[in-house]
């Protein structure tokens, strides 16, 4: 079956560029999405089709995708920014979604 | 606003049945394909299955295909999945998701003896 390959953990301190990776065959034809989950609340849409940001969002999330990989950028990470996040796309036919394991973000 | 609710939550034994129900408000329903995804707590999401708008074609995880069914009905603006044979590992909190983008605050079924 599909997957999605996400790194556990990633750690930068406030202010720092925070780059959170996902791999999948599938991703040059397929969307990425990314999604931010804080402890005890749903998973909020912080980036849709690889690189738009929703409403409300602020714009140091950005998204950007290069063949097999798509990256979730926080640029300037804030200590509010700490959750996991989470990539979610298709498998090749397009009717099968996967998301990623999932990336603890620290900063601090 | 844009606004999901599920219901029909529960504890429920190994092989037993339940009924998830997820009411929409606040969006055209009929015009969104609608999922749903869980997450064991503690663990990550895990995509269960989706229905397209016209709701004539369902998809469904491995794990849950053949046990869970997905359904919606437009005129009540609402999304089920009944679960059937359920597992001990099938213990998760349900969140409705709307496409992509809102999701409702979830229910937690627990399957356990």
């Known amino acids: 079956s599909y997957e999605l390959t996400q790194p556990p953990s990633v750690s930068v301190s406030p202010g720092q560029t925070a780059r959170i990776t996902c791999s999948g065959d599938?991703?040059?034809?397929?969307?990425a999405y990314w999604y931010q989950q804080k402890s005890g609340q749903a998973p909020v849409l912080v980036i849709y089709e690889d690189g738009e940001r929703p409403s409300g969002i602020p714009e140091r999330f950005s998204g950007s995708k290069s063949g097999t990989m798509a990256t979730l950028t926080i640029s300037g990470a804030q200590v509010e920014d700490e959750a996991d996040y989470y990539c979610y796309s298709t498998d090749n036919s397009g009717n099968h979604w996967v998301f990623g394991g999932g990336t603890e973000l620290t900063v601090l | 606003e844009v606004n999901l609710v599920e219901s029909g939550g529960g504890l429920v034994q190994p092989g037993g049945s339940l009924r998830l129900s997820c009411a929409t408000s606040?969006?055209?329903?009929?015009?969104?394909?609608m999922h749903w995804v869980r997450q064991v707590p503690g663990k990550g999401l895990e995509w269960v299955s989706y229905?397209?708008?016209?709701?004539?074609?369902?998809y469904y995880a491995d794990s849950v295909r053949g046990r869970f069914t997905i359904s919606r009905d437009s005129a009540k603006n609402s999304l089920y999945l009944e679960m059937n044979s359920l597992r001990v590992e099938d213990t998760a909190i349900y969140y409705c998701?709307?496409?992509?983008?809102?999701w409702g605050q979830g229910a937690l079924v627990t399957v356990s003896s």
């Open positions: 606040g969006f055209t329903f009929s015009r969104y394909e």
């Open positions: 229905i397209t708008v016209g709701g004539r074609t369902a």
């Open positions: 599938a991703l040059p034809k397929k969307y």
């Open positions: 998701v709307r496409s992509v983008d809102y």
